[in-house]
Structures are given as structure tokens and as C-alpha cells.
């Protein structure tokens, strides 16, 4: 699992936002946890890139469904995995039976450079208006997206 934390001014690392605290939220106080620490290529855009994914999941509203009379609940991690692959940015594996499956790709630093990063926030964009802020124009979601940021007044 990969989380994005931020240096803070005392020196602790601390959550991107509330999405990665969230993730972070899944150990328990005093759990040791092995990371490795990378930095990534532009903070402020993958922090624009979260706000973004952030901004379509919490408008997301899948169908009710149940499964084994357990209620679907709907998750982070793969919505932002469903966003990347329908923007086109996936690899091609297959499983043990033989069947062909989409995984997400890496937007890791190693995996994905700037200029790739940006056409993907743009597909992912996309996506979005497309299947879950259909009243939403780019201008109006670009507009939205800078507020929550504090890009513009």
C-alpha cells in the first residue's frame, strides 16, 4: 500500500490529506510499519491529482448491492484504480485461470513521469465529467478543484 505523507515542521511525517490519513488509519498507535521513502515528482500537483479523485469518489453514489448478505461498500483505492484504468492507463496481465485482467498502472515517481502524470490527471478528468460529474463542465471542475486547493480565491 502506498501512503503520501508530508514532511512537517517538527520533523514528523504526517498524512497528505484526509484520503491517505484514512489509509493510515488501518494500524493500530505503535505499530511499526516499514516504509520506503521516495519523493514524489510534484507534490502540489499529485496533491491537485488526489483532490480530483477525491472530488469524484465522494460524488460517486454506485447502486446498493449486497453480496453474501453483506452490503458492497464502496472503497478508495479501487475507485482510483477504476478511474485510472477507464482513463487508459493500465497494464494487461491474466490469472491463474487464464482469464485477462486490467490492473491499474503505478504512478509512482519510477513508474510514471511529469509529463505522462499530467496527461493522465486530464484522462482521469475526463472519466469523471463523463460517468460521475456529469453536470459538471472542465471549467467548472477545474474551478472546483483550485478552490478546494487554494490555487484561486
Not at 44 to 52: D, I, M, Q, V
Request: glycine content about 4%; some cysteine; aromatic content about 12%.
Amino acid at each position: 500500500m502506498e501512503i503520501l505523507l508530508t514532511k512537517a515542521a517538527d520533523g514528523t511525517l504526517r498524512p497528505l490529506d484526509e484520503a491517505q490519513a484514512d489509509l493510515l488509519k488501518r494500524y493500530a498507535t505503535d505499530t511499526l510499519i516499514r516504509c520506503e521513502v521516495k519523493q514524489v515528482r510534484n507534490p502540489r500537483f499529485h496533491r491537485k491529482f488526489f483532490a480530483l479523485l477525491t472530488l469524484g469518489f465522494e460524488s460517486w453514489e454506485p447502486p446498493i448491492l449486497e453480496y453474501k448478505g453483506f452490503e458492497v461498500q464502496k472503497d478508495f483505492e479501487h475507485f482510483r484504480e477504476d478511474v485510472t484504468i477507464a482513463a487508459g492507463f493500465y497494464v494487461v496481465t491474466t490469472n491463474l485461470h487464464g482469464s485477462v485482467r486490467l490492473r491499474a498502472q503505478s504512478i509512482s515517481f519510477a513508474s510514471m513521469k511529469q509529463d505522462e502524470f499530467e496527461r493522465l490527471y486530464n484522462a482521469v478528468a475526463n472519466v469523471l465529467l463523463q460517468k460521475v460529474l456529469t453536470r459538471y463542465t472542465r471549467a467548472d471542475l477545474d474551478q472546483v478543484i483550485n478552490r478546494v486547493l487554494g490555487f484561486c480565491s
